[in-house]
Every structure is written in C-alpha cells, then in structure tokens.
C-alpha cells in the first residue's frame, strides 16, 4: 500500500518514526515533507499529501502538526479526502469503520509516538462497515 506522509516543524519527529514503522511493515511511504523542526505553514505540506489520496498516487495519508486540528481542517479541504484527527485506538478505528476515513490526523503535541503507531496500525487493520455509514458518507459528498 502506498501511504502519503505531511507535516509542519510541530509534528516533523512524530512523521519520522511513523516513516520508519511503515516502511517496515511493507509499504510504499510517500513523504511530502517537511524535512526538519525549523518553523514552516503546514498547509504547504499537508494539502500536497492529501491531494495525493484525493488522485489516486497513494491509497491513504498520514498528517501531523502541533494539534492536528489545522492539518485535519486543510486535508479536508481536498475533494475527495475525509480526513479523521485520532487520538486513541477507537478513534482509529472508527475512522475507518464508521466514515471510511482515508487520510488520520495527528496532533504531536497532544498524542505520543508509541499511542499515535498504535493507532495507525488499528487503523489500517480495520474494515469499513458499510450500510448506513455508506449512506451517511454519500451525503458529505453531494
């Protein structure tokens, strides 16, 4: 699977680890940045991770900023993209299973490495439930 990767300065070690923990469970990580902790905007990074899901060149996205709450705000803004901010395992998961969420946000500041590995990973394990939820996702689209 590819995954998309974005960040600002705030959550740029968190990106790191995540990096390394998916690539060592086999898939394709796209990083869009940034590359250091020096201040940077975080929608010059996250939007170009998001449209990557929103085109089809990677199959989900990964963002991460001081809180997450701008980089979930930005994600979203992408046709397409229905990006969930987590912050423990259930949150994960019904990300996936409850709004078929493809892009997580995360908030480094707020959510520690081990817990946010944690919760991608529970995640990515998770199935989308259908029926009722397809519905209720059908209508964020019109």
């Not at 020096?38 to 089809?56: F, H, K, L, N, Q």
């Not at 990973?121 to 209508?139: P, Q, S, T, Y």
Request: charged fraction near 25%; include cysteine; charge should be negative.
């Amino acid at each position: 699977m590819k995954i998309s990767l974005g960040t600002d300065h705030a959550g740029y070690t968190h990106k790191e680890a995540v990096k390394t923990h998916l690539a060592g469970l086999g898939h394709e990580v796209l990083d869009f940045g940034t590359d250091s902790v020096e201040a940077v905007d975080y929608p010059d990074y996250i939007r170009p991770a998001a449209e990557a899901v929103s085109t089809g060149e990677s199959d989900l996205g990964i963002v991460f900023g001081g809180s997450g709450n701008g980089e979930a705000i930005t994600a979203n803004k992408v046709k397409g993209v229905r990006c969930a901010l987590c912050w423990n395992i259930e949150t994960g998961e019904l990300a996936k299973q409850h709004n078929n969420a493809n892009v997580l946000s995360f908030g480094a500041r707020q959510t520690p490495i081990d817990d946010v590995i944690k919760i991608i990973d529970a995640w990515l394990g998770a199935e989308f439930e259908g029926g009722r939820h397809l519905r209720r996702i059908n209508k964020i689209e019109q």
